[in-house]
Each structure stands twice: as structure tokens, then as C-alpha cells.
């Protein structure tokens, strides 16, 4: 099984809110982040063609960002995987029946105020700032937005989180629609072709 093999198995489970392919996280990126209003989860999935050599350098940004973290393995790499993963990081197994329970996810609590506010564009965490009534961080530089954040006691990790979960929804729920409106048009244009007479 690889990579195309389990998302459509994975897909289904993520209810409410929006699951996002591929997002940027630190210096790596999340396969699969599920995010409602409440948490965000990240999914790193592996197949059967996939090596583990990138797993100590994914979790850790993985672990900053996310309120939980899962990996989706075929069996082939669990026995190499668990001593790599702590027991907090959920494990489920890939085969052609579907995806099976190792261990669930437990709630992260490694989670840090620069690797949440990252996975926004800079002006969005701009704006947030701006809101907490901390006017300098309109002239800061991405980096610096970052270092700040790694240090003041001014910003609740919660609120910043809650905001940082409701840009995103809002982002891909506006670009899912897109999609959506895009494909009707895509299909009333393809049905007008088709009831074209011919000559």
C-alpha cells in the first residue's frame, strides 16, 4: 500500500471541520491536518514504499504545532516505528481492510506559540497581535514575530491557538467552495457541449 492507497481510507474519519493535504508545519510538512474549532490534529502517513529516515526530524514539528499527532503506517514499518514515536502520538495500521486502532492519539501538551502562529501568513498573525492591543509588531519581520512569541508572556497560547484554528477554517472552507463552484461550472459547460446538435 502506499501514500494514495490510505488517504481515501483516512479521509472518512476526519469529521467536522476541514482536513488540509500537505501544509507547511516548521521545516516540514503535515501529510493530513485535521482542523475544527477545538483542536488541530496532524496525520504523517507511510507506506509500504516509505522509509522512516525523516520521522525524527518530522515529529518535532509536528509536536509543536498540533493539539494531536497520528501516524499512519502500513505494518510493515510498526515494529521499527513505535520506539520512535512517545506514547502520546497515536499509531493507526494501513492495510487493504482499512485502518486499524494500534493506539489513539493522546492530547500533546509540547505545544508552542511560534509553531502555531507559523502555519498563518505573516499579516494574519500580524492582525492578531494587533488585536491584543501590541501596536510595535506591525513593523516586525516574520522572524522577529516568531521570537516574540517564543518569549512574551502577553499572548495566551489558547487564544492564539483558537484564532489560528479559525483563520484556517475560514481560508479552506472559502476555498473548498471555490473548488465546488469552479466544478459546477466546469459541468454545465461539458453538459452544454454535449447537447450541441452535430453537423
Given amino acids: 500500500?502506499?501514500?494514495?492507497?490510505?488517504?481515501?481510507l483516512l479521509y472518512p474519519l476526519l469529521t467536522g471541520g476541514v482536513f488540509i493535504d500537505e501544509l507547511p508545519t516548521g521545516t516540514t510538512r503535515a501529510d493530513v491536518v485535521h482542523i475544527t474549532e477545538q483542536f488541530m490534529h496532524g496525520y504523517e502517513l507511510k507506506?509500504?514504499?516509505?522509509?522512516?529516515?525523516?520521522?525524527p526530524r518530522q515529529l518535532?514539528?509536528?509536536g509543536r504545532a498540533y493539539d494531536f499527532v497520528t501516524f499512519?503506517?502500513?505494518?510493515?514499518?510498526?515494529?521499527?516505528?513505535?520506539?520512535?514515536?512517545?506514547e502520546w502520538v497515536g499509531v493507526l495500521v494501513a492495510s487493504p481492510a482499512?485502518?486499524?486502532?494500534?493506539?489513539?492519539a493522546q492530547y500533546n501538551a509540547t505545544v508552542e506559540r511560534p509553531a502555531v502562529a507559523g502555519l498563518l501568513r505573516v499579516s494574519e498573525i500580524k492582525q492578531f497581535l494587533?488585536?491584543?492591543?501590541?501596536?510595535?509588531?506591525?513593523?516586525?519581520?516574520?522572524?522577529?514575530i516568531l521570537s516574540f512569541l517564543r518569549?512574551?508572556?502577553?499572548?495566551?497560547?489558547s487564544d492564539l491557538a483558537h484564532f489560528?484554528?479559525?483563520?484556517?477554517?475560514?481560508?479552506?472552507?472559502?476555498?473548498?467552495?471555490?473548488?465546488a463552484e469552479r466544478k459546477a461550472e466546469r459541468d454545465r459547460v461539458a453538459s452544454r457541449r454535449k447537447r450541441r446538435p452535430k453537423h
Fill in 1 to 8: 500500500m502506499n501514500d494514495a492507497d490510505i488517504r481515501p
Fill in 47 to 55: 507506506g509500504d514504499a516509505d522509509t522512516l529516515q525523516r520521522v
Fill in 60 to 62: 518535532p514539528c509536528y
Fill in 72 to 86: 499512519v503506517v502500513t505494518e510493515k514499518h510498526l515494529a521499527r516505528l513505535l520506539p520512535l514515536l512517545p
Fill in 98 to 104: 482499512g485502518l486499524h486502532l494500534h493506539r489513539p
Fill in 130 to 144: 494587533l488585536a491584543q492591543g501590541l501596536p510595535g509588531v506591525s513593523v516586525l519581520r516574520r522572524r522577529d
Fill in 151 to 157: 518569549t512574551t508572556r502577553l499572548v495566551s497560547l
Fill in 164 to 179: 489560528v484554528r479559525r483563520q484556517l477554517l475560514s481560508r479552506y472552507e472559502e476555498r473548498l467552495l471555490m473548488r
